[in-house]
């Protein structure tokens, strides 16, 4: 009953407001708060960065969890796996699982460094990004990294999902 | 109320405590047909303790909320304590938890509901404005999609809490997600819906927007009060039968788009490697499942005789429409009977009445939705998926009582 009454109060305030609550936000208040990166690039600021670049960035503030080469720190790798997925022991990293170079972007713009998340520039993101991809052989080290590139980069696990078939046990999956 | 009396209490429940999970709890309960002297304890002889401002359980509960400890606490989770639940409320105090970046200190005064993207009319809400739209108040089970992740492996969860405590089931009271997209004019190239949280991880899930016209609420209100610290406060994404994930807390803004944001957690979180190295993305429904939470793991029986077993059941399809329940590990099943009124994409509490003769067995139950889909056992899902599908496990659940009552996982 609760479902119908709210699907019939949308269906006929689809044109305009009904209710006239809360304010329209300012151009700059939406920019301020738009922080997805979207897989084509969608959202991605100015700037670049290179691996070269992003080396000192990672040193300074990824390695003490991710580990010097991006493995063997205390937090996940980001490193290696590449091959291994359909292996008895897949290694879901950066390089080997995710299908997308701008989600480490948005990621790693949006919550690393874990406890400080914010306080690296544009240029940082994008370099430390570089350097990561670098570090998992898919980018090279004077490769510019910049809202072009960037979503133009060739994950190697890019083709490697399909979207959600279950049910896919019991009588329903023979249908 | 002193220790010496609650000191007593224990000790003496420990002969008779019907299902003993070495807690003060059960002694509590029995302790007063059970101690011999008089029949209410020493509560009749003085008054009690006068009205409160905000209640607490009794100091003789002692069930509680676990996690596992971590490198990053931060990032942690804690279980509900399943085995110790009764009907289907889950207490606010012991609904899972899962962050990814701690639970966030949020002024309500300061929150805002920020939704724009493709919409016609861009929005910004306080809290107050939020309260001022219709409302609805529905009874939700959330799963985290790593529950019963161990549960994979041989070596299986001992208690119901470790293997199935990342499910809880509140009441939750907010607006409807369709009632704030109205209100902003969603356009008709927008397919995706991108919420996101105000906590230090930012966390955000793309939904496809037909989900979204069902039954999602924008929830300030869980069993009866403002949601939890930890479960979101002030405002909370409810997406009823979707993996928790998606029910993003401390939400300050939804974005509609053309596209899903394909966030980290939705590439390289709560995706299923299958046998072939592919693997699922947006398994957004949580299965039907169910476990008996009494007897399970770590209690025991007192003796041969009657028993109640009892547990829960929940389907992300909708209704639960039948729990059979197997005495005999697997060999034959009879029907539970499931708790009136049923609620849709809610814990459903079934119960059997059960002698037990003495004899080690097997116990264990399987639900059936109104779709007709039914529990698969946890082999027939790994046929299906492969060995390192990490998420998602909704297989069967069983549990052993030995000879002298103890209950294990089998």
């Known amino acids: 009953m609760f479902v119908l009454a709210g699907l019939l109060v949308g269906a006929g305030a689809a044109q305009s407001p009904t209710y006239k609550v809360g304010r329209a936000p300012t151009a700059d208040e939406v920019k301020a ?7 084509d690039g969608t959202g991605l600021p100015e700037g670049s960065g290179t691996a070269a670049e992003g080396k000192e960035v990672y040193a300074r503030r990824c390695s003490e969890c991710h580990g010097t080469t991006g493995q063997g720190g205390e937090s996940s790798a980001l490193v290696g796996g590449q ?4 292996s008895a022991k897949p290694l879901k990293t950066v390089g080997s699982y995710w299908p997308y170079a701008t989600t480490l972007w948005d990621y790693v713009n949006r919550t690393m460094p874990f406890h400080n998340p914010g306080i690296l520039t544009d ?6 990004v570089a350097y990561v991809l670098h570090l998992n052989e898919i980018v090279g080290e004077n490769e510019e990294m910049n809202r072009q590139t ?3 980069v060739k994950m190697p696990n890019r083709d490697g999902f399909i979207n959600d078939d279950r049910p896919d046990v019991g009588p329903k999956s023979e249908k | 109320m002193g220790d010496e009396e609650s000191g007593r209490n224990s000790g003496e429940s420990s002969r008779r405590t ?9 002694g509590a309960l029995l302790a007063c047909s059970d101690s011999g002297d008089t029949p209410a304890g020493d509560s009749v002889k003085r008054t009690g303790k006068p009205p409160d401002e905000y209640g607490e359980r009794s100091p003789f509960e002692k069930s509680v909320r676990k996690g596992s400890v971590s490198r990053y606490p931060e990032a942690g989770s804690t279980r509900t304590p399943l085995q110790d639940s009764h009907g ?3 207490p606010s105090s012991l609904h899972f938890e ?8 949020i002024d309500p005064a300061e929150h805002r509901l920020l939704i724009h993207g493709l919409v016609e009319r861009p929005l910004i809400l306080t809290m107050d404005e939020l309260k001022t739209f219709p409302s609805v108040s529905r009874i939700h089970f959330i799963e985290c999609s790593g529950n019963s992740r161990g549960e994979w492996k041989p070596k299986k969860g001992a208690t119901a809490q470790i293997s199935h405590g990342m499910a809880s089931c509140s009441e939750w009271t907010g607006v409807p997600l369709s009632v704030l997209l109205d209100e902003a004019g969603v356009k008709p190239e927008a397919a995706w819906l991108i919420a996101e949280g105000a906590d230090a991880c930012k966390m955000h899930r793309s939904l496809p927007l037909e989900k979204c016209r069902d039954d999602v609420i924008v929830a300030y209100g869980q069993n009866g009060e403002a949601i939890r610290p930890e479960q979101g406060y002030p405002l909370r994404l409810v997406a009823p039968g979707h993996e928790g994930n998606i029910n993003v807390k401390w939400v300050r803004r939804l974005m509609l788009a053309d596209q899903p944001a394909m966030g980290r957690e939705e590439t390289s979180k709560y995706t299923d490697v299958l046998a072939d190295g592919k693997a699922r993305q947006f398994s957004l429904t949580m299965e039907s499942k169910s476990v008996i939470t009494r007897p399970s793991g770590g209690q025991k029986l007192p003796g041969p005789g009657f028993v109640e077993i009892t547990g829960l059941a929940w389907s992300g399809r909708g209704l639960i429409e039948r729990v059979e329940v197997s005495t005999d590990n697997g060999a034959t099943w009879t029907d539970a009977t499931l708790q009136e009124p049923r609620h849709r994409i809610a814990f459903t509490r079934f119960r059997l009445p059960w002698t037990w003769d003495g004899t080690p067995t097997v116990i264990l139950s399987r639900a059936t939705d109104e779709t007709g889909y039914v529990q698969p056992a946890v082999e027939a899902l790994v046929e ?3 060995p390192n599908s990490d998420y998602h496990n909704n297989g069967i659940k069983s549990w052993k009582i030995a000879a002298d009552g103890s209950v294990t996982h089998a």
């Open chain 1, 33 to 39: 708060w738009s922080i997805t990166i979207f897989p």
């Open chain 1, 83 to 86: 091959g291994s997925l359909a």
């Open chain 1, 123 to 128: 240029d940082q993101v994008y370099s430390v």
């Open chain 1, 150 to 152: 960037l979503p133009k």
């Open chain 2, 18 to 26: 019907f299902l003993s999970i070495g807690a003060a709890v059960g």
């Open chain 2, 88 to 90: 289907i409320i889950t």
């Open chain 2, 98 to 105: 899962r962050h990814h970046a701690g639970v966030p200190l």
């Open chain 2, 384 to 386: 299906a998926r492969g």
